[in-house]
C-alpha cells in the first residue's frame, strides 16, 4: 500500500477531493500548511514596506491507497491541473507498511 | 443637540455593518471586507459633503415640510431656500419664491459654503450625512467577496447621488413629500426614520449591483441549486448585529430632532420591540421550516424588524410595532431563500433585510399609523380629519385614511424604479470604466492581497527567503 | 430623556457579556453561546412586555417610592394603580386605594395595553426592560457549552417572573420598599441601580442554574480536581469588558431618571472609581496568590466592582466609592476559586461576580451610605433624624443609621432564598419539559452544529462529494 | 451633564485603542497586548485619583481661563483655588490671591478630598480623567510585544505626572495659558480638546519609550532594512478605529463641557469632515507611493485626522476642517516610512499618529483659527483686536494674527522638550527599578504565558498528562 | 522503526494520548486536518440552505516508535475505542527509516 | 529518495528554513501541530486554577529529499540548533518510493 502526498493551493482542493472520490478513494486526509517553493513568493505591503512571501497557505492532502490504485490516481492529478499560472505542484509517494481498520481490527491490506 | 448624540449613535453603525458582513464573508478576503466597509464612511461622506447635502436639502426651507417639523433647529435653516423644480410657485407678489409644486433638487451649500454656515444647518448636515452613510454601506455588504476595489472607491463617491435626489423628494420638501398637498394622497409619502429614503434605497441598489457583478464562484453548482458559503467569524457577527441594534436608538429616536419631543420614548420602544419581535419572528419561520435556528438568520431577523419599524415608529402604537416586526422577521427568512433560489448572491442577505423589509416598512406605515402624531406633517391639515378626529395625524388603512396607504405605495414604487434604474446604469457604465469584478484566480485565491495588499489574518512567519538571493 | 439614552448605553451590555461569554468558552461552542445571548435579548423581552411589567410597575404608584423620585416624568405614572397585596389600605374614605401594605403583585399594564400608553409609562418601561435583560443573560455564562436550545428558550420566557416579582418588592414599591415604612428598618430595601434587584438576583439564577445542569465534562478529573478549561478569545472579553463598563455608565447614572439630578456627577465618578479599584483589587488578589495577572480574572475585577457599585452609587462619597471597589476585586477572586473547587463549574464567574459582589453591593449601601442623598426615600421621612443630620438622607453603619444595615441584610436574604427557590424549581421543572442539559457526545463535539445548525469559525471548503452520488 | 455623557464616550475610547493594538500585534501576543490596554485604564485613573488632578487643575481657579469658559459648571469650582507658581500675584490688599503670574502645579484636591467635593469638580475630574487615560494609552501601542509586564505597572501609576503638569500648563491656568496674558502671545497656548495636551504628549511619551526599549526581534535584518510584522487581526483594527472615531465625538465636542453651547455642531462637523479627509488623504498617499491600500494605514490616516481636528476643532471653518485632516492624513503616511526607516519600532504607528499629527493639531489652530469663537479665551481682550474684528476670537495666521501661531509653536516646542525629557528619564529610571523587556526567548516565545499566565487563544486540549506520574 | 498514523474525533485525543503516554511513547504530534471518508458525512444549515459536509475535523496522530512496540501500541489503540457511533477509524503504519536525536546527534534507533 | 520530519520551536522556523534553502533544499512545508514529548511541559495559570500543559504548539517541517542530500541536510539540523534550553528535537527520516512533478509529469527522481 502506498500514501500519496500532495499540496495543492486551497481554493483547488474540492475539485481534487471530487476528482479522487470519483476514482473511489476510500478516504482523503486534508491539513492546512504553508509551503515553501523555490522561486514561488507573493508580494505583501504592510504599513509601507513591501515583502516577499515564501511560505505561502497549501493544502496538503494524503490518501492511503493499494497499490494497484496508485497510478491510476497519480495519473488522473496530472491531467485536471487546472489554472492558469505555472502549477509547479509536486506529488510525493510514500510506502505505507500496513493499515489497520480500528473498529474491527482487520490488519493489512483489507483495511480500505 | 439631542439630533447629534444620535447622529453619534447612527455613525457607529457602520462598525456593526462591518462587523456583520465581514464575518459573514470567509477569511480569505475579511481584509477586503473591512476595508471596504471602512473607507465606505469617509468615499460616502466625501460626496455628501460636495455634492450631496446642496442636492438632497437646498430647498428645504420652501418643502411643505419645513414649518411644522424642523422649527426645533432655529431660523438658520431658512438660508436652505435656492433649488430647481416643476411648477414654479409664485407668491403674491408674483416674484418665484424659489418653492415648487414638485420640488425635485435643492441647489444650495455645495461644500457646505459659507453661505450655510450656520449652526442648524451643520446639525441637520451631520445627520443627513451618517444617515446617507447607512445606505451606501448595504450594497457592500451583497457585492462582497467579488467587487473590484477601484469600483469600489468610485462607488462611494458617487452612492450619495441617488441618495440625495430621493432624499430631496422625501425628506428635501420634493414631489413626494408635496403628494399630500398636490394630489390630495394623505399627508404624502411619510418616512420618519428611513425605512424607503436609507434601507429600501441601499437594498435596491444592492440587488442592482448583485446583478451586475453575478454570484460567487462556486455559489451554484451546474444544476443552479446554492451552495451554503458560510461566513468565518459567527460571534463577530452577533456582536455587529448587537452595535446596529445599539446605534438603531440614535437611528428613529434622532430623527425628531429636537429632544423636547416627548413622543421619543413611543418610538425607542416601538424601536425596541420591533427588534425583538423580528428576531423571534425570524425564529418562528426557521422552526416552521424545519430548519435549526441558524444564528445568521435570527441576527437578520433582528435586522428586518429594526428596518421595518424605521419609517413607522412615531406613528403606530406599541402592539402595531411588535406586529410590524414579527412580519419583517418572517418575511426575511421567506426573502432570503427566495433571493438565493433565483440566483442572485448576497452574502449577508442585505437585499432582503432592507429592501424587502424597507419596502414593508413603508407600506406599514399606510397600515399601522393611529394618528396621535405628526398633526400637519408635510403641511397637509384636511378639516374633514380634524372634525372627524379632533386632529389630522398620519393615519394608516385600520384608521381611516385609505389615501395615506396610496402615497406609500406609490412611495415603493418610486423608490424601487428609481433606485433600480440609478443603480443599475451606474453599475453597468463604472463597469467600463474600471472592471466591477476581480480577475477570476483573484477571487479563488482571496481578494486580501491582490486588492488591499494585506491578507487579514496575517500572523504567520513572513520571511524573505536567504536562499532566492544565493540561488 | 435622559432615562432613554442610559437605556441605550444599558442595551448595549448586551453585547459586552455576549463578548465575555463567548471569549471564555471553547470555539466549538461559539456560535451557540453567541447565539444563546443574542436570543436572550428578545426572549427577555417578549416575556417582560407580556406580563414583566404589570407584575413589577403595575401598583407602582401606590407604593411608598412612587411621589418623590419618579416626579421628574410626568403625572402619567399614575395609571399604574393596581395592583395585589397583603394588609389593603384603604384611604380616609374607606375605599381600597390600590395601595397595599405589603405590596406583592402589580397587575396593570399587560401587552403594554392603550390603558397605560403615555409617555412617561414608556420611558419606564424601555428603562426597566433593559435592566431585566441584564438578570436574564447572567446565568447563560454560567451555564455556556451544555445547555440545550430549548430548554434555553423557555428559559428566556420565563426570567421575566422571579425578576419582577422581586424587583416589585424593591422598586415597584412592594413590601422590602415599604419595610423602612413598616417596620422602621430605615429607609427600607435601597437599591440605586440594581445591585440586588439585577445582578444578585442573576447570579443566583446562575447559581441555581449551574447546580442543576452540572458541570462540563472533563472541568473536574477523577479526584474532583478541577482542571483549566481556557477560552478561546481573550481579546474578546477584553473588549467586553469595555463594553460593560461603557455600558454600565448607562446603567448607573441612569437610574436618577432624570437628567436635571446634579447627584450624577457623584454617581458617575463613583461607578468609575469602583471600577478602577476591583480591577486593581484583583490584581492585588492575584499577586498575594502568587499567580500571575490573567487577564480574565482582572475582567471579573472590573465587573465586580461595577457590579458593587451599582446598589451604594448615589449615596457614597468617593473614597467609599473605591473601597466598595477594592473589596469587590479581592472578594472575586476568593468567590472565584471557592466556587471552583466546590464542584460548580462556572465558566465566566457569572456566580462569583454578579451574585456575590451584588450581594456585597447591596449591603455596602447599608455600611456606607453618608446622608447626603436620598432624602426621604422609600417615602421614609424621620423627624429624629432630620433633627440630627438637618435631613433624613439614606445613612449607613459608618454615619449612624444602624437599622439601614438591617433592611439591607434582609434584602440579601430574601432576594437569595427566593431566587434560588424559584430557580431551582424552574430548573427541575423545565428540565421534564424538555432536557436542560445536551447528550454526552453533542457536548463532546461541540453545540454549534446540533443545536443552532452552524459552526463558530466555519470557513473551510465545505463541499458536497460528488462520489457519493456515484458510489 | 453633556460633559458626562461625552466622557463616557471618551472613556469607549480605550477599547478602540485596546483592539487596534491587539490586531496590528502578533497573536502569540494578543492576551498581553490586549491585557497592558486593560490595565492602563484602572491603574491610570488611580494615578490621576491620587494626585493626578490636584497638580493639574488645583489652582484651575485663579488660573486666565477660569472666569470665561467654565462658568457653566457653577461656582462650585472656585473651591480648586491652591497652586505654586512663579511670580506670585498680590491682589490690591496684598494678600497673596493664590493666582501666580507663572503658574506651574495645582496643590488642591488629593485624593478628590472632601474639601472639593463638589458637583462641578466632580465632573471635570471624570471628564479629565477619561482623557488622561487616553494619553496612557497611546505609549502601550509603541512598546507592545517587549515590554515587561511589572514595568508597565508602574508606568501606569507615574503616567498620570507629566500629562497633569503640562496640562496645568495648557488647561489648567498654567504660564502656558498665560503667555497670552503675559507676553501678548495671542491667546496664549489654544488647545481646544488635546491635540497637544493628550495627543503630542502621548505620542511623545511613545518616542521615548520605543527609543529605551528598542526595536522587536526581527523587525530590522543585518542590513538593517525593516521587516514587515504584520498584525494578526485585521478586521479587530478596523472595529477599533471606529469605536475610536465614535468615542472622538466625545472628545471634541465634550471640551465644551456645557451643552448649551450651539457651537457643538461645527465641532461635530469639522471632526467628522477631519476624520474622513484624513482617511482619503492617507489613500492619496499611498497610491502616490504606488502602493495598494493597506487598511491599517487607511486607519492610521482616519486617527491622524481625528488628532489633528482635536486642537482646532472648534476655531475652523468646514472647509479648513477638511483641509486639517488631509494634511494629516498624508502626513501620517510618510511619517509612517521614517520611523521606520530610522530604526524606531513602533508596532500601531503610535507616534507618527499621535506625535506627529498632534503637533500638526495644534500648529493648525495657529494657521486656520477664524476668529468667530473664543472671544476672551484665556482671559486675553485685546482691544485693537475687537476694533478690527467687532471681537476678540482666536485668529490664525491666516486671519490676520501672527502672534498666535507663535503661541502654538511654543506650546509645541515645549510639550516636545518636557515631554520627552520626563519620558526618557523615567523610562531609564524604571528600567533600573525592574527590566523595561522582557528576556530574550520570552520575546520569541511570546509574552502572553509567562507575563500574564493566559495565552491569547488557547482552546486546544490542555491536558494534564497521566503518564508523567507513572513515567 | 514505524510511523503510526491514525486521524480521530477531536474531543478523543485527550483519551489516546493518555493511553499512548502510559504505554511509555516518547511522543506523539497531534495535527489539526479534515477528513473525508466515504460514508461520513455531517448535516448543516445555513442561511436556510441544508448541506452535508464531507471534510470532518479530525486530529491526526502521528506517533514514531520502534518496531517492537508497534504490535502493542496498535492492539491497545484498538480495543478503547469507545464512542456510540460506528467507528471507522483507522491505523496506517509507516516505516521510518532512521530517527536522529538532534542535540546529541545520535543516529537510527537509540534516538527515541 | 527520503522524507525528513522534524518539528521545532515556532519561532525558530525563520532560521532553519534560511538554512535549508541555502542548502539547495526545493521546497519545505510546515504546518503547525501540537506536540507531546515526555518530561516537556508548559505551565500556565487560568482563573486561579494552575496546570501543566503537555501538547505544546510546534511547527512541523517536512523536506522531500535526494538521497544524497539527506546526509548534509541532517548534519546543517544538527549543529545550528540554538536557544538555551535543553533541546531535545528530532528528526525522523521516512522513505519516499518517488514524487512526481505535476506539471510536466516527470516521475521520479526527476522531480525535485
Ligand atoms: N521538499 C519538499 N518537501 C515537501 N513537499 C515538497 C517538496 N518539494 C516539492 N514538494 C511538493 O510540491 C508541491 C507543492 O507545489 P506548489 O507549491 O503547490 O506548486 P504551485 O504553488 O506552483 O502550484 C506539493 O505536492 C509538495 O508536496
Ligand atoms: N485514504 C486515506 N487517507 C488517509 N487516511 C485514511 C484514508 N482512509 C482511511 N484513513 C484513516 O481513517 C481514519 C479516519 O477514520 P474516521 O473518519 O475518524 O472514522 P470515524 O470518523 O467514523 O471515527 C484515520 O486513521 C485515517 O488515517
Ligand atoms: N513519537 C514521536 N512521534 C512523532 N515525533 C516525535 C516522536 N518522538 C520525537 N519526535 C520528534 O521530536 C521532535 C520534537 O522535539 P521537541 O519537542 O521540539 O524538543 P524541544 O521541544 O525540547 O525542542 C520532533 O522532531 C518530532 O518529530
Known amino acids: 500500500m502506498k500514501k500519496i502526498e500532495l499540496s495543492i493551493r486551497p481554493y483547488r482542493v474540492e475539485a481534487v477531493i471530487a476528482e479522487l472520490c470519483r476514482e473511489g478513494v476510500p478516504g482523503v486526509t486534508a491539513t492546512e500548511v504553508r509551503e515553501l517553493r523555490r522561486g514561488v513568493s507573493e508580494h505583501i505591503a504592510y504599513r509601507g514596506v513591501e515583502q516577499e512571501i515564501d511560505l505561502l497557505p497549501r493544502m496538503k492532502l494524503e490518501i492511503v491507497l493499494h497499490d494497484d490504485l496508485v497510478e491510476r490516481i497519480v495519473a488522473r492529478l496530472l491531467d485536471p491541473a487546472p489554472g492558469a499560472r505555472a502549477n509547479r505542484d509536486e506529488i510525493s509517494i510514500l510506502p505505507v507498511v500496513a493499515a489497520v481498520r480500528i473498529r474491527t481490527g482487520e490488519i493489512d491490506e483489507a483495511a480500505l | 443637540m439631542w439630533a447629534l448624540v444620535a447622529g453619534f449613535l447612527v455613525m457607529f453603525m457602520q462598525a456593526g455593518f462591518m462587523l456583520v458582513e465581514t464575518g459573514l464573508c470567509r477569511a480569505k478576503n475579511a481584509s477586503h471586507t473591512s476595508a471596504m466597509n ?56 408674483g416674484a418665484a419664491t424659489g418653492a415648487f409644486k414638485y420640488g425635485i433638487l435643492g441647489l444650495k451649500g455645495f461644500f457646505l459654503s459659507p453661505s450655510v454656515s450656520d449652526v442648524g444647518v451643520m446639525t441637520i448636515f451631520f445627520f443627513m450625512m451618517v444617515f446617507m452613510d447607512t445606505t451606501a454601506t448595504i450594497p457592500t455588504g451583497a457585492m462582497a467577496e467579488r467587487w473590484a476595489w477601484r469600483n469600489f472607491v468610485i462607488y462611494g463617491l458617487w452612492i450619495a447621488l441617488p441618495y440625495c435626489i430621493y432624499a430631496n423628494w422625501v425628506w428635501g420638501g420634493g414631489w413626494l413629500a408635496q403628494a399630500g398637498v398636490n394630489w390630495g ?132 402604537s406599541p402592539w402595531a410595532g411588535a406586529t410590524i416586526g414579527a412580519v419583517a422577521g418572517i418575511l426575511v427568512v421567506y426573502a432570503v431563500l427566495f433571493i438565493e433560489r433565483s440566483g442572485i448572491d448576497d452574502c449577508v442577505g442585505a437585499i432582503s433585510v432592507h429592501g424587502v423589509c424597507g419596502l414593508w416598512g413603508v407600506l406599514s406605515v399606510g397600515i399601522f399609523a393611529n394618528g396621535d402624531y405628526g398633526a400637519g406633517w408635510n403641511g397637509v391639515v384636511r378639516d374633514e380629519m380634524v372634525k372627524a378626529y379632533g386632529s389630522d395625524g398620519v393615519r394608516g388603512l385600520l384608521y381611516g385614511d385609505f389615501s395615506q396607504f396610496l402615497a406609500q405605495s406609490l412611495d415603493c414604487i418610486v423608490v424601487f424604479v428609481f433606485g433600480f434604474a440609478m443603480a443599475y446604469a451606474w453599475f453597468k457604465l463604472s463597469n467600463r470604466i474600471t472592471p466591477i469584478r476581480v480577475p477570476h484566480d483573484v477571487e479563488l485565491e482571496g481578494l486580501d492581497i491582490p486588492e488591499v495588499g494585506a491578507p487579514g489574518y496575517p500572523d504567520f512567519t513572513i520571511r524573505v527567503v536567504g536562499s532566492r538571493r544565493e540561488a
Open chain 2, 38 to 93: 471602512f473607507l465606505i464612511y469617509p468615499l460616502g461622506c466625501l460626496g455628501f459633503w460636495i455634492y450631496g447635502f446642496a442636492l438632497g436639502w437646498g430647498n428645504w426651507w420652501n418643502g411643505p415640510v419645513a414649518p411644522g417639523w424642523y422649527a426645533s433647529l432655529g431660523p438658520g435653516l431658512a438660508v436652505l431656500n435656492h433649488g430647481w423644480g416643476l411648477g414654479a410657485v409664485t407668491d403674491a407678489t
Open chain 2, 185 to 316: 394622497l394623505g399627508h404624502g409619502a411619510v418616512d420618519f426614520a428611513g425605512s424607503g429614503v436609507v434601507h429600501a434605497m441601499g437594498g435596491i441598489i444592492a440587488l442592482a449591483g448583485a446583478l451586475v457583478v453575478g454570484p460567487r464562484i462556486g455559489k451554484y453548482d451546474k444544476q443552479g441549486k446554492p451552495q451554503a458559503i458560510p461566513g468565518h467569524n459567527i460571534p463577530l457577527v452577533v456582536l455587529g448585529t448587537f452595535i446596529l441594534a445599539f446605534g438603531w436608538f440614535g437611528f428613529n429616536p434622532g430623527s425628531t430632532l429636537a429632544g423636547t419631543d416627548l413622543r421619543i420614548s413611543f418610538v425607542v420602544v416601538n424601536t425596541m420591540l420591533a427588534s425583538i419581535t423580528g428576531a423571534i419572528g425570524a425564529m418562528v419561520a426557521l422552526e416552521i421550516k424545519g430548519l435549526k435556528h441558524d444564528p445568521s438568520m435570527l441576527c437578520n431577523g433582528m435586522l428586518a424588524g429594526l428596518v421595518a419599524i424605521t419609517a413607522p415608529c412615531a406613528f403606530v
